[in-house]
């Protein structure tokens, strides 16, 4: 292996949001021909240091070296110009344009545009490292991965030595994941600097070779990723030791409870998001759904809670005291609800539709209530009696209950929804990306508060998206793809390839016929 | 080396909170900084005493009970049509057509006037013509509401085109309504009968004016802050999806907060014509239905507030008209004023939620 050279030197980074703290005096060194994991809980602050190293944040104080000289990075540009190139969690391209014409977007040139010699570039770059990639196709018709590629080929085009990666494996499967690493171990070897942010666990111990860890933003220590181990990295993240099983408990009677019989859901433009789904959720179990993203798993939960009107096929819900078939087809949210149907339903986009970001944990917590009483007026003494129960139980870690929710940290958002929505004793608890962007302690808080209802006999249908999730929580696990069933399989003893091939069998077949 | 040498010389940096005197410390010395610019300005462009043009401006004001009755009914007028945009614009519904809804009610609080005024008892003629421009002001309002809730049509441009069709409209009835003929005005309606005229209060013939804005604007805060249905329209306002997650009807909500908007905006075409001009012209919105936006904006939508902008604003106007006079000069000069203390107020909302870092390590607040 090529030696090691120190490619930047972070010193005593500090930098505040407010009265948060998001990184305290951060001592970090990024070096040549290594792949670096920051490794820390949600706003343990890695993100932030980055940014400052990319030049979003300018730090409150210290000082950054590029090559043992000091330098002041004041915006993205000069972030570029050092050779430093960092790679979003959303990507930021245009999808009309070209994958040459989006690389080249905002760079100076001479007088004459010539794409000829801007594609030859780009496929070189894509040889060098191994990626897969068409200079001319255009963004729109691109899969999730092969945009973070064009993002990653971007920071390359534009001469970055030193690349950083935010959380790049959250939006894809395992196979594409295999993929990324592949390529980042290519650039490794020809002497770039690469850190990916993340907090799973398994992925460092896969792609790094050396790990710095913060908690809440301090640095905790780091180490080479060869001589440390699951455990310990979990302990030095999250200050205590935390058992990585996750429960699951044996399902108690389970009954059908919701039926989903031939559910076809076409969007505006006679797409077809969903065909031909079909499946049974049972009380006292957690029915996971698993699929690569957009998949139809917003179109199979918004049309069970009367979001989304659908083609053909049947939504029943069977009442757990009369044994009563309800057929919910094709009604409005609120008609279901005054059948006496309690779903509940965490959304994927928490702060776009489960709550509202500007309003406090009070009137958030309304927006299920608000209507209750026959009075003009709204109560808000039990709202505020819920939220502060929310707050208490979930350990809510709020200023007070007028904060607005957008000030929360993502894990405290989704405590106020989640909490929000089993409270109104559902029999029926549906969740979209739950943990997404959490932390693991508020994962597991998560986990315990489905179980929790899973016991009590509640049907859940849990969408997800990490499959080593999926496959320790979940009863079922109904695959998608492409809209379509493609398995259903008990999630004790599943197999984790066998699910991520489920994931992606169908689009293998169609992959030769030819593009709309 | 001192990173503060080379950090850039302003930084801003968004407040986590702020006491709520320290944020109206601040809004006043924006006012404050706003008359001194402005005396600055006065004297430069005009050599006349910014202390003597400002004593005019409140010369125009309250310089007699009769001007304070007046600048006292303008305020008014401009706060009912304040607390009709704000719940629109509170849902985010980007209500221009104030102007077009003022006239609807004018017109209707006219035709009722003219037509049955005397053949029915004044209590009964105001509370018809009442309703009848609230229900004008309503339909108005609605139609753009409803074609945006079924087709998705783009509620400036059309809230806006509906103002000139207002406008056409009022032209066709001065016509037919001509008195005396060929005067091209509609005159003053029942000039000897005063019939649907408001009635003198206390022997203050604007009182009930104020009695009925003001009950208003108590309403108002209440309906935007307590009633279900002001929750829904910022939950609408804030966010459709959710709306939609927790199955409020947004189509409804829309139609129906316009409706409301729409009848304030009438009702003030109705306090316009029976309660101040007892006329009706093309002129009777005179653009205060564009004015009233700010007043709404200014005032976060919160109706108390509403009144201290509405009298802030009026009392501009009236000065530009004292100085205009008093001094020969033109109202620019007002206007001029007006807009530096508007960009000092707005200017002092961005010191209320960010403060700035300089350079050397100093802190602004």
Redesign the interface.
């Given at each position: 292996m090529p030696s090691l050279k120190k490619a930047i030197c972070m010193q005593d980074i500090t930098k505040t949001f407010g009265s948060v703290v998001a990184n305290d005096q951060v001592c970090l060194d990024i070096n040549t021909n290594e792949i670096l994991a920051l490794l820390g809980e949600n706003g343990s602050g890695k993100t932030t240091l980055m940014n400052v190293l990319s030049g979003i944040y300018f730090p409150d104080s210290g000082h950054v070296l590029v090559d043992g000289k000091e330098v002041t990075i004041r915006s993205p540009k000069d972030a570029y110009n050092l050779g430093i190139g960092m790679i979003h969690q959303h990507f930021k391209l245009v999808d009309v344009l070209t994958v040459a014409e989006n690389i080249i977007l905002g760079m100076p040139g001479k007088g004459r545009l010539d794409m000829k010699v801007v594609n030859k570039k780009i496929r070189k770059i894509s040889t060098m490292y191994g990626f897969d990639i068409d200079p001319e196709q255009k963004i729109y018709s691109m899969t999730v991965s092969q945009k973070q590629t064009v993002e990653i080929v971007k920071v390359l085009y534009r001469g970055a030595e030193i690349l950083i990666l935010d959380e790049p494996t959250a939006v894809l499967t395992p196979q594409e994941t295999e993929k990324l690493f592949k390529v980042l171990r290519n650039m490794r070897n020809d002497g770039k600097a690469i850190v990916i942010i993340t907090h799973k666990l398994r992925e460092v111990e896969e792609i790094s070779d050396r790990v710095e860890v913060l908690h809440r933003g301090k640095h905790v220590g780091g180490m080479m990723t060869k001589d440390t181990n699951a455990s310990e990295m979990t302990n030095m993240m999250v200050g205590r030791s935390i058992s990585l099983n996750i429960e699951r408990p044996e399902p108690k009677d389970p009954k059908p409870r919701i039926m989903v019989k031939g559910l076809t859901v076409k969007d505006k433009d006679g797409i077809a998001k969903l065909t031909d789904v079909s499946f049974t959720a049972n009380s006292g179990e957690v029915l996971g759904i698993a699929g690569i993203s957009n998949s139809g798993q917003k179109e199979l939960l918004e049309s069970i809670v009367g979001l989304q009107p659908f083609e053909s096929g049947d939504i029943l819900y069977i009442d757990p005291k009369t044994g009563e078939e309800i057929n919910l087809g094709n009604k409005g949210s609120r008609e279901i609800s005054s059948l006496g149907v309690m779903l509940s339903f965490v959304p994927e986009d928490r702060l776009g539709m489960g709550l509202v970001g500007n309003m406090d944990l009070t009137n958030n917590m309304m927006l299920r209530s608000f209507r209750r009483g026959k009075s003009v007026f709204t109560d808000r003494k039990a709202p505020r009696r819920l939220a502060h129960q929310v707050v208490k139980k979930l350990q809510v870690n709020t200023p007070g209950l007028t904060t607005p929710v957008r000030r929360l940290s993502g894990g405290n958002v989704q405590k106020v929804l989640v909490g929000r929505e089993i409270s109104s004793s559902p029999t029926v608890l549906m969740t979209a990306y739950a943990v997404r962007g959490l932390d693991i302690n508020s994962s597991y808080t998560i986990y315990d508060l489905i179980n929790e209802q899973k016991q009590m006999g509640v049907a859940v249908i849990f969408v997800g998206e990490d499959l080593d999730v999926l496959l320790e929580l979940c009863d079922q696990i109904l695959v998608l793809c492409s809209g379509k069933v493609s398995g259903i399989i008990p999630g004790k003893g599943a197999d984790k390839h066998e699910v991520g091939m489920m994931m992606t069998k169908l689009k293998k077949e169609n992959k030769h016929e030819p593009v709309k | 080396?001192n990173?503060s040498n080379?950090?850039?010389i302003v930084?801003i940096?968004?407040?986590?909170?702020i006491l709520n005197w320290h944020g109206w410390l601040i809004r006043f010395v924006g006012l404050f900084l706003a008359l001194i610019v402005s005396a600055i300005v006065i004297y430069s462009v005009v050599r006349l005493n910014p202390i003597k043009i400002y004593a005019a401006m409140f010369e125009g004001n309250f310089g007699s009970v009769n001007r304070m009755w007046v600048t006292l009914r303008d305020m008014m007028m401009l706060l009912c049509i304040g607390l009709g945009l704000a719940p629109a614009f509170k849902m985010r519904f980007w209500n221009i057509g104030a102007e077009g809804q003022i006239l609807a009610g004018g017109i209707a609080a006219a035709a009722v006037m003219i037509y049955f005024g005397n053949s029915l008892p004044t209590w009964m003629l105001l509370s018809i013509s009442l309703v009848a421009s609230c229900l004008a002001g309503a339909i108005w309002g609605g139609i753009p509401a409803v074609f945006k809730a079924r087709f998705g049509t783009n509620e400036v441009l059309f809230t806006l085109m509906m103002n000139y069709v207002a406008i056409q409209l009022t032209s066709y009835f001065v016509a037919v309504w001509e008195n005396p003929f060929g005067s091209n005005t509609v005159g003053i309606i029942n000039q000897q009968t005063k019939a649907g005229w408001f009635p003198a209060i206390l022997d203050q013939k604007y009182l009930l004016n104020i009695i009925i804005v003001m009950t208003l604007t108590v309403l108002m805060y209440i309906y935007l802050r307590?009633?279900?249905?002001g929750?829904e329209i910022?939950?609408v306002g804030?966010?459709e999806?959710?709306a939609?997650?927790?199955?409020i009807?947004v189509n409804n909500t829309i139609i129906r907060t316009m409706m409301i908007s729409g009848a304030i905006c009438g009702l003030a075409g109705y306090i316009a014509v029976a309660g101040a001009s007892h006329t009706i012209s093309t002129n009777t919105a005179g653009g205060s239905g564009f004015t009233a936006i700010i007043v709404a904006w200014l005032a976060k939508f919160n109706p108390f507030v509403m009144i201290f902008v509405a009298a802030l604003l009026v009392f501009m106007e009236k000065g530009s008209i004292q100085i205009a006079s008093q001094f020969n000069l033109n109202d620019y000069v007002s206007q001029m004023i007006t807009g530096i203390i508007l960009f000092f107020i707005l200017g002092s909302e961005f010191f209320t939620q960010y403060r700035l870092i300089f350079r050397s390590g100093k802190e602004v607040n």
């Open positions: - | 080396m990173l080379r950090a850039p930084r940096v968004r407040r986590e909170s307590y009633s279900k249905q929750y910022s939950v804030e966010s999806r959710t939609r997650y927790i199955g009807n």
